[in-house]
């Protein structure tokens, strides 16, 4: 990816996607500099990576009425800690995506007289930011069960780990509900592919967020697959896969 203008940034919190809310969205990330400093130092400070965390930062135009609103949405998760994916430009499958487990910490609205009635917010993580890609685009409606279109990660090596964020933007039907995985194999074929992550069944709106145990992995392809139930189920979803 060259030089791009930002023009469509994508931003999906826990059970919405608040793109077309958001005119700014910044994400940042950093460690603590602990000094470590000695007598063999040869005069230079000498410091080591302490604690990381990682903020999202966005601000845009307030709607309000429906739970895949911004309102809506921030009021929910005001508190709490779900799965926030950000996209510098796009979400198709393979686009660059960041990924992290985050706290909702603030929200706020509101402006002068006679301005277009703004909101801003921020999100603390409180797991890795992960640098992955989309593992499945949300404009796409998924009414049976199937599998989505691989991408390729790379081995995970011990100690590393798989993470994947599942984001459920609509869920319609008589009593729909959707189990989505997270499968691996060596090819993008996908020959023999192995189960590496189970989400819990979804029936409304909401996220979820998911890593690995630590084990290496050799395979370097990686899709979302599901498990569709219900009587004429239709669900929108956005799912993001990383490692680190």
């Not at 995506?97 to 999100?123: H, L, N």
């Not at 049976?144 to 790379?154: E, N, R």
């Not at 729909?176 to 020959?191: H, K, L, Q, Y």
Request: charged share 15%.
């Amino acid at each position: 990816m060259g030089k791009f203008i930002l023009l469509d940034t994508r931003l999906f919190a826990p059970g919405a996607d608040l793109s077309g809310a958001s005119n700014k969205i910044e994400l940042s990330s950093e460690l603590e500099e602990k000094d470590a400093t000695n007598y063999r130092s040869g005069g230079w400070k000498e410091v080591m990576a302490g604690l990381g965390s990682a903020e999202i930062a966005a601000e845009g135009l307030w709607e309000a009425g429906d739970p895949s609103l911004v309102d809506n949405a921030s009021w929910s998760t005001l508190g709490g800690v779900g799965p926030y994916t950000v996209c510098p430009t796009d979400s198709v499958v393979g686009a660059l995506a960041y990924v992290t487990a985050g706290m909702r910490a603030d929200y706020k609205v509101g402006d002068a007289v006679g301005e277009i009635a703004p909101w801003s917010g921020t999100v603390k993580s409180s797991w890795p930011l992960v640098r992955g890609q989309i593992a499945h685009p949300p404009g796409l409606a998924r009414t049976a069960t199937g599998v989505g279109t691989g991408v390729q990660l790379g081995a995970i090596t011990a100690g590393r780990r798989l993470y994947a964020a599942l984001h459920v933007l609509s869920a319609a039907g008589t009593t729909p509900s959707i189990t989505a995985r997270v499968e691996s194999a060596a090819d993008a074929g996908f020959t023999s592919p192995t189960t590496r992550l189970t989400f819990a069944a979804a029936t409304a709106p909401g996220g979820q967020i998911l890593r690995g145990d630590g084990t290496a992995v050799t395979d370097t392809y990686y899709r979302l697959a599901w498990t569709i139930t219900g009587t004429t189920p239709s669900f929108m979803l956005c799912a993001s896969l990383g490692i680190r």
